[in-house]
């Protein structure tokens, strides 16, 4: 496993840095996977040097040629898929099966972007004038830099790294702290698949001095994170300061709406789902179910058998079914949300607690809390844990307005085989991304992903979007009229 960080070709260990970042499995705190010395800004200048030299000739390679780097990497990706899926459950805590999915996203992600070496395009327009010819072309931004979390240590990498390289940038990479090992196989692959020396830097460090020092930089001419709210907005502010470009994807309060006569056996499950896989700890995940009172008895009582059914454990278990909380401070906000919910009055009716046995890592009890209100903390505040707050509407307008009524608008989930309800829905409900008749969680490599309100700035990520965001704009004008005026035909 490589332990360092990756600036120019080279894999190594700087010696700067204050501490050490500590990798343990969250599952079992006594198993420390690595320690990753951390970098610091003065390595962040070195990267950003290091990429820049490398974008003279990466952003001339023919953008079929870049594209076909990641076309490599996601065969190679495929081939170490237990590898890293192993590596990503032990670090991150995320059941097996949940991260071979994540694998097999970010394999999209790459196939995706490769296809798209062939279709980066501008556009041909007709000009006022005779004989001159219009159009545009897509141009690459220079350095870019990428500050990763933890949550989905490999996909999230790979669907900002895969654009941004294709697009013809260079790039400098920050994972989180609590996640880097994964993050160091993307570059192993990308490394493999024959990405030249400088075209992609990782440096492992602290988000307050390496993050910071990447935002900071005026080399780095875009930066694309995902993360807090409380980091983003400073990140945002800070780069925007100096006229960088920013997309910034943050939190969510996401709910699902569910009406009489909506079917019960797609609903559970669903909510199931949303809540509780990868331990709640997805911007995406269904932290609200909003449900009419005659529904609402026979839902709360299936929501609740499941979660006492499912198999907390290990992700390295097969039989597991939900893992542990990232790590210490997470499991705390956890509980403390727990805490939180039951003083305002909410009722508790499972979990709540750490599970039986399982006191050797960061576990978590599948939570449901019935009676929450739109005042409640649990209703507005994002937990990033297995934590499902249960509120009753009398309506779709109600349903509607509740969902709405929290700062964040990721996405939406209506259960209805209503038609007009169905619309009505996918028209008002304030959230980038609106499902029906499905849970809140997923994105597909060629679908825009991202958020409303408090949850994005800038534009979406993934699909032609995300890769739009890397690129500029050129028009170009050529006249050939063989004339020294410029002369209007109108
Ligand atoms: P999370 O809840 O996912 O830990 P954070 O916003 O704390 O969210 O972290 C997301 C990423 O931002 C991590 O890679 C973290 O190291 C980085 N980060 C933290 N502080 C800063 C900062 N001041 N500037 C830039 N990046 C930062």
């Known amino acids: 496993m490589k332990t360092g960080s990756y600036v120019d070709g080279k894999w190594y260990h700087p010696t700067g840095g204050s501490r050490l970042v500590k990798n343990t499995n969250p599952a079992d705190t006594k198993d420390v996977i690595a320690e990753f010395p951390a970098a610091t800004a003065k390595d962040v200048e070195k990267a950003i040097a290091g990429a820049k030299k490398a974008f003279e000739s990466w952003s001339k390679t023919p953008a079929p040629s870049r594209g076909r780097v990641l076309a490599r990497a996601a065969e190679i990706a495929r081939r170490r898929k237990d ?97 880097p090992a994964t993050c160091a196989l993307l570059v192993e692959v990308l490394e493999e698949a024959g990405l030249p020396p400088g075209c992609l830097q990782l440096v492992v460090g602290p988000g307050s001095e390496v993050g910071n020092a990447i935002t900071a930089n005026p080399d780095i001419k875009a930066v694309s994170f995902t993360g807090s709210n409380q980091i983003g907005y400073a990140l945002y502010a800070q780069a925007a300061a100096r006229g960088a470009k920013v997309t910034c994807e943050l939190g969510g309060k996401n709910a699902v709406i569910v009406l009489p006569g909506a079917d019960l056996d797609a609903v559970v499950p669903a909510v199931l789902n949303g809540a509780f896989g990868s331990t709640g700890q997805r911007c995406t995940a269904t932290s609200r179910v909003l449900a009419h009172p005659d529904i609402m008895g026979q839902l709360t009582e299936a929501v609740v058998a499941g979660a006492k059914a499912l198999k907390v454990g290990p992700g390295l278990d097969e039989a597991s079914q939900m893992g542990p909380a990232v790590d210490k401070k997470q499991h705390a906000q956890d509980l403390m949300y727990v805490d939180v919910a039951k003083k305002e009055g909410a009722r508790l009716l499972t979990g709540g607690g750490v599970p039986k046995g399982l006191d050797q890592g960061y576990f978590v009890e599948p939570t449901v809390f019935e009676g929450v209100r739109a005042e409640h903390r649990l209703f507005k505040e994002e937990v990033f844990g297995p934590v499902l707050a249960l509120t009753p509407i009398k309506d779709l307008s109600e349903g509607i307005k509740l969902a709405n009524a929290v700062e964040y608008g990721l996405t939406c989930s209506l259960y209805s085989r209503d038609v007009n309800d169905v619309m009505r829905f996918v028209e008002e409900v304030e959230t980038g991304m609106v499902h029906v008749n499905e849970p809140t969680v997923g994105g597909e490599a060629q679908l825009p992903f991202g958020g409303l309100k408090a949850t994005g700035i800038g534009g979406r990520e993934m699909s032609t979007d995300g890769l739009e965001f890397f690129t500029e704009t050129k028009t170009v004008f050529i006249n050939y009229t063989g004339k020294a005026e410029r002369s209007f035909v109108r």
């Open 83 to 179: 590898e890293i899926a192993r590596t990503m459950t032990r670090e991150q805590g995320k059941v097996l099966k949940e991260a071979r999915g994540e694998v097999d996203k970010g394999i999209a992600c790459l196939e995706f972007n490769a296809g798209e070496g062939f279709r980066i395009q501008g556009k041909t327009l007709p000009c006022e004038l005779k004989d001159v010819f219009t159009y545009t072309i897509r141009r690459p931004l220079g350095v870019v830099g990428l500050i990763t979390p933890w949550n989905f240590p490999w996909a999230i990498p790979v669907w900002k790294v895969a654009p941004a390289l294709v697009a013809g940038n260079t790039v400098v990479m920050k994972p989180a702290e609590l996640t």
